[in-house]
């Protein structure tokens, strides 16, 4: 078999780093509060830095990890402000605006509950693609570390 043929799949050492970087993100979000969800980006980050000049595949899973635990960070603030937006209306119109705000409140906790379930299953998806040695891009992603 031609030599340019072959794809070469990354070693057990790369993919142990790249299953680490999602896997370190999951555990350290998990072990905090979900709105300081904030240390899975860290998490993922610090293995991205250790391995950014020594395996382009476990960075890239890294990277990708790190990225897409800042994002979904930042959709839990947005979730967390618009939040405090439906109390403050309630409040300001003397409970009247309940009438709009609950229903609100009630959408607003479900979107809260997918971004939850999206971000445990897409975590334990790109481990699963690390591990076996595969690329995996992060569904609504904001990708700020390139």
Not at 49 to 74: G, P, Q, T, W, Y
Not at 103 to 109: K, N, Q, T, Y
Request: net charge neutral; proline share 3%.
């Amino acid at each position: 078999m031609d030599n340019s043929m072959q794809t070469l799949s990354p070693g057990l050492g790369d993919r142990q780093w790249a299953v680490a970087a999602p896997l370190a993100a999951l555990a350290a979000a998990a072990l905090t509060h979900w709105f300081a969800g904030v240390a899975g980006a860290v998490a993922a980050f610090v293995v991205w830095m250790l391995v950014r000049d020594k395996s382009a595949f476990a960075s890239e899973h890294a990277k990708e990890a790190a990225n897409f635990n800042l994002s979904m960070f930042l959709y839990a603030c947005a979730a967390g402000a618009i939040g405090i937006v439906l109390v403050g209306a309630t409040v300001l119109t003397l409970g009247i605006g309940a009438l709009v705000t609950i229903p609100a409140g009630i959408v607003l906790l479900c979107v809260i509950a997918a971004i939850a379930l999206m971000w445990l299953v897409c975590s334990l998806v790109a481990a699963f693609k690390a591990w076996d040695g595969k690329p995996y891009r992060y569904p609504l992603t904001i990708r700020l570390l390139d």
